[in-house]
């Protein structure tokens, strides 16, 4: 049990001084970040792409509104 706390102590000792060393404002996403973003970009490209070609084969042709052929009929007045 006496070497859990000197091994502790000892942590403590050497990585406190380490963590402070740390700037905030120089903390940036690394190669993970930006692996995660082309991957994403890459899904949304695919996608866009995907989605053009589907919509280039839709042949899509409004029906002629009959009711705009007809009068309108006067609104009711109690």
């Known amino acids: 049990m006496a070497d859990m706390s000197a091994s502790a102590s000892l942590a403590t000792t050497y990585l406190v001084p380490l963590a ?6 120089k903390v940036t996403p690394g190669v993970l970040g930006f692996i995660v973003f082309a991957v994403m970009a890459l899904a949304v490209w695919g996608l866009m792409k995907s989605m053009s070609k589907q919509m280039r084969k839709v042949d ?7 009711r705009a052929d007809t009068p309108a009929k006067p609104a009711a007045r109690p």
């Not at 402070?20 to 404002?25: L, Q, R, T």
Request: no cysteine; net charge negative.
């Open 60 to 66: 899509f042709e409004e029906a002629p509104d009959d």
């Open 20 to 25: 402070k060393e740390v700037d905030e404002n």
